[in-house]
């Protein structure tokens, strides 16, 4: 069974930084690659970062591009993303999601595997 447990989450002021966490277990990590999402209140989940099984690839949506950064830990079975310049605009519940293939899609449809969430909170 494939378990992806979130971690690093919570409140900050405008322009902080978090780091998430998302620890894999289950399946061949190294081999999935690894998709950040975020869902607002009223709004549809999107695509905030991705990175292939490498880490030799990534990609960043246009509104967090420049401030955030996505990372993985093949040893530890562990991926990361770094937030630093927060807005209010970033508030929202995260997701890490992996799928069984080498390289990422924009596609929430395209990840088998999901995280819990994480509440991210800017306060302005």
């Known amino acids: 069974q494939v378990q992806l447990v979130e971690s690093g989450g919570g409140l900050v002021q405008t322009g902080g930084s978090l780091r998430l966490s998302c620890e894999v277990s289950?399946?061949?990590?190294?081999?999935?690659?690894m998709g950040w999402f975020r869902q607002a209140p009223g709004k549809e989940r999107e695509i905030v970062a991705a990175i292939s099984w490498s880490g030799s690839s990534t990609y960043y949506a246009d509104s967090v591009a420049g401030r955030f950064t996505i990372s993985r830990d093949n040893a530890k079975n562990t991926g990361h993303l770094q937030m630093n310049s927060l807005k209010p605009d970033d508030t929202a519940v995260y997701y890490c999601?992996?799928?069984?293939?080498?390289?990422?899609?924009?596609?929430?449809?395209?990840?088998?595997?999901w995280g819990q969430g994480s509440q991210v909170t800017v306060s302005s």
């Open positions: 289950g399946r061949t990590f190294s081999n999935s690659a």
């Open positions: 999601a992996v799928r069984p293939y080498r390289y990422y899609t924009r596609s929430a449809d395209d990840y088998n595997y």
